[in-house]
């Protein structure tokens, strides 16, 4: 079994490493020029962005050649998937894939505008995680079925939420508005965990680029907490518990 993930903040690396089989981060499979997966089970788990999929798993699902049996998608989530399962279905349907398989795992939502991150955290005991994953890794391990109807309702709301939603947050200069304070010491860890190779550390300080692909990692997984936005709802910060800092580098740099 192959499993592409993305993570910012180690709750889709933490599912990989549940589910299990050889695991491939995005980023780095998306700087190949033909891009081919191909097993008897292939997974790709995302996070939900602005109720459908990051910008850059959406261009890996363009790009990427995927052969198998069995095709899985899973997300992880905070608050509402929207209609991000709709998104997968009809990027499947696009590239004439057979969807198998498809679900979620409520995890902290690490939305910084949207949330208290402590209060996210505290809600972890709540939405048993470990239970939703057991639940998942029984179905993916007798090959159960789960996919998703595209009714034009559903094609009505997703069109709706792109225009409310993803089309005001997932912008690629939004990093341009960060604000880098004098606790930085310029260690470069803002660049590592960029899986958009976004942001440049100078003598002279950080620069961030418009590749943006709006994940935080960079804000979440700096050692100083010297990277901020405006509308951050604390300075609070999000690691999944069970994901090192070392890791998010090896998956983005
Ligand atoms: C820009 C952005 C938009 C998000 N939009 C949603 C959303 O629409 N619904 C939701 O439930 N969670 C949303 N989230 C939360 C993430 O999906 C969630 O925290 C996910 O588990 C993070 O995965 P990671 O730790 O692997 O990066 C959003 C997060 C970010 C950074």
Do not use: W
């Not at 998104?87 to 208290?116: A, R, T, W």
């Not at 939420?161 to 341009?176: F, G």
């Not at 590749?211 to 604390?234: F, G, K, T």
């Amino acid at each position: 079994m192959i499993v592409c993930y993305f993570t910012a903040t180690g709750n889709c690396l933490y599912i990989a490493r549940r589910i299990g089989g050889t695991l491939l981060p995005i980023p780095q499979l998306l700087r190949q020029d033909r891009i081919e997966v191909c097993d008897d089970a292939v997974g790709i788990i995302a996070p939900v962005y602005a109720g459908e999929m990051p910008m850059m798993v959406r261009d890996f699902f363009g790009k990427v050649n995927i052969k198998t049996n069995y095709f899985f998608f899973l997300y992880t989530y905070g608050m509402a998937c929207g209609e991000a399962f709709a998104h997968v279905k009809q990027l499947c349907d696009e590239k004439g894939l057979k969807l198998s398989y498809i679900n979620s795992v409520q995890m902290v939502d690490n939305y910084l505008p949207g949330f208290e991150m402590q209060k996210q955290i505290d809600t972890l005991p709540k939405k048993d995680v470990e239970g939703q994953i057991a639940r998942i890794i029984r179905d993916i391990e007798v090959r159960a079925e789960a996919s998703v109807k595209i009714t034009p309702a559903v094609k009505a709301k997703m069109a709706m939420l792109r225009k409310m939603l993803a089309n005001r947050i997932l912008r690629r200069d939004t990093a341009k508005s960060y604000i880098v304070n004098d606790q930085c010491i310029r260690c470069g860890i803002c660049a590592k965990v960029c899986p958009a190779n976004n942001i440049t550390v100078t003598d002279n300080g950080i620069s961030f680029a418009d590749r943006c692909e709006v994940c935080y990692a960079c804000l979440h997984n700096c050692p100083q907490n010297a990277i901020h936005m405006h509308e951050e709802q604390s300075t609070i910060r999000f690691r999944n518990e069970h994901i090192s800092l070392n890791d998010i580098i090896a998956a983005n740099e």
